[in-house]
């Protein structure tokens, strides 16, 4: 038997046995998944107190229900190690490491490089590899393919490579890894349809395309589509705000056109592990190869003043009611990048709490998720809301979580700088909205 058709029969019968590099917000959900399929899955992570948790069964992802990772991991279809040497006896794997920007906005590609030199110290032939780490057009062929095909296998015969972007949207409750449509594409067609056949044993919806250079733009095109309406809308809500006009109800109003346009709401900046980044793995690439990502660089310009906007919001909401920033105590609800989740990478709570402390306002925060907060020069302990509300001069609603009883609030306090439309409804003098 070919060593294609020993693969592709292993994993038909779901004997292939599967390996996730990396096991966090991405690798670990897709994991279960596959552990859920049928398959026996081992996840591999620098981290020990990340293996050690999965072995224990206790999940560290919200969207990876502990109740879910158990049984998994009690019936030996799900473990985690840090050894990378347990590559020699997988089938398959698919590398979900970080890929964050430098300090120059540059890509930091050292996780990728690193662990993609762990896989080929133990590549044998039979293996399928699929990069799922958000990055630039090119980086499956031209940096992955050499570092595997060095010691004299070959893509596409005997072992084949893939790059499928991850589109999982933590927190959502109606879209999870397994009902997320799976783009996938590989260095040769062989690789391709090998990636598309693992991939439905376990998830929904399968889409396969002709390279690896398009199903990695394809990530890059969906998240930087999302952050150029988002820097426009933040715009127009600048423009809104200098014009009196409540720019949420101008957008609520917009969406009920049944057709050519789609709703996006400003805020206090950018967040998370992607929207803010991603983009900038596209610009770094095209600028290589002459071109200037303009609108990129204009909506990441733009993107980058709302913390700012809201820090001038809250101060001139002060000054109007006689106080001054400087000595306030502005207590801000919410620090994690969206509602309902704990992840606090790259959110614009860091970013408004580093400015107001500057213009010497006192700063504190709520935020149920996120009990303790550890970021660059920022050590902080979430504190009782109900305690906080009555005393602060002013609240910030940066992030709109949904456990936040907003009439309370309301009652409680005397000022509520809201920048994501969560006192919607609420006719008061206290609210000033973005
Ligand atoms: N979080 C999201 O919502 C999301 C959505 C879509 C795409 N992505 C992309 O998926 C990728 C992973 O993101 P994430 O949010 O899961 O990151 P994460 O930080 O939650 O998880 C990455 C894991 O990789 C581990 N790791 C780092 N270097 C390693 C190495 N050399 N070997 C083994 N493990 C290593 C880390 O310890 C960590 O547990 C990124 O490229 C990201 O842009 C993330």
Redesign the pocket.
């Known amino acids: 038997m070919s060593v294609s058709a020993a693969l592709e029969k292993k994993i038909r019968d779901r004997t292939a046995r599967v390996g996730v590099?990396?096991?966090?917000?991405?690798?670990?959900p897709l994991a279960v998944e596959f552990a859920g399929a049928g398959f026996s899955v081992t996840g591999?992570?620098?981290?020990e107190e990340?293996t050690a948790r999965v072995n224990a069964g206790d999940s560290y992802?919200p969207d990876v229900p502990s109740d879910v990772l158990q049984p998994l991991v009690r019936a030996g279809k799900l473990r985690a190690t840090?050894d990378?040497s347990v590559i020699a006896e997988l089938d398959t794997i698919n590398i979900?490491?970080?890929?964050?920007l430098r300090k120059t906005k540059d890509p930091d590609m050292s996780?990728?490089v690193?662990?993609c030199q762990?896989i080929a110290r133990h590549l044998h032939a039979g293996m399928l590899l699929i990069l799922?780490?958000?990055?630039y057009p090119g980086t499956t062929d031209e940096l992955l393919l050499p570092m595997f095909e060095a010691a004299g296998l070959r893509a596409g015969s005997d072992f084949f490579l893939c790059f499928s972007?991850?589109?999982?949207?933590?927190g959502n409750p109606t879209y999870q890894t397994v009902n997320i449509p799976k783009v996938v594409g590989g260095v040769t067609e062989a690789c391709t349809e090998m990636g598309a056949l693992f991939y439905r044993q376990a998830l929904e919806h399968v889409v396969p395309v002709s390279s690896t250079q398009v199903a990695e733009m394809v990530?890059l095109l969906e998240n930087t589509f999302r952050m150029i309406n988002i820097g426009m809308v933040n715009e127009m809500a600048m423009m809104c705000d200098r014009m009196g006009i409540n720019v949420w109800e101008v957008i609520e109003a917009a969406a009920t056109k049944p057709f050519g346009f789609m709703p996006f709401y400003p805020g206090p900046g950018l967040g998370?592990?992607?929207i803010p980044?991603?983009p900038f793995y596209l610009s770094w690439k095209t600028r290589q190869a002459g071109i200037e990502a303009r609108f990129i660089e204009l909506a990441g310009y733009i993107n980058g003043q709302m913390p700012h906007y809201v820090v001038d919001k809250i101060q001139n909401a002060l000054n109007d009611r006689g106080k001054a920033l400087k000595g306030a105590h502005v207590h801000v609800l919410g620090i994690a990048y969206k509602k309902d989740i704990d992840?606090v990478?790259e959110s614009p709570a860091l970013d408004v709490i580093h400015l107001l402390t500057q213009r010497w306002a006192r700063v504190s925060y709520s935020d149920p998720y996120v009990p303790e907060l550890h970021s660059d020069s920022l050590t902080m302990r979430s504190e009782p809301l109900e305690e906080i509300a009555p005393k602060a001069d002013c609240l910030v609603i940066i992030t709109n979580h949904s456990v936040f009883d907003y009439t309370r609030l309301l009652e409680q306090s005397q000022l509520i700088v809201d920048t994501r439309n969560a006192m919607k409804g609420f006719v008061s003098d206290k609210i000033v909205r973005l």
Do not use: A, M, N, Q
């Open positions: 590099v990396g096991l966090g917000y991405v690798g670990l591999i992570d620098l981290k990340k992802v840090t990378f979900c490491v970080p890929t964050p996780y990728i690193s662990s762990e799922e780490s958000t990055t972007p991850e589109r999982v949207d933590p990530k998370g592990h992607c980044i991603d992840d990478r």
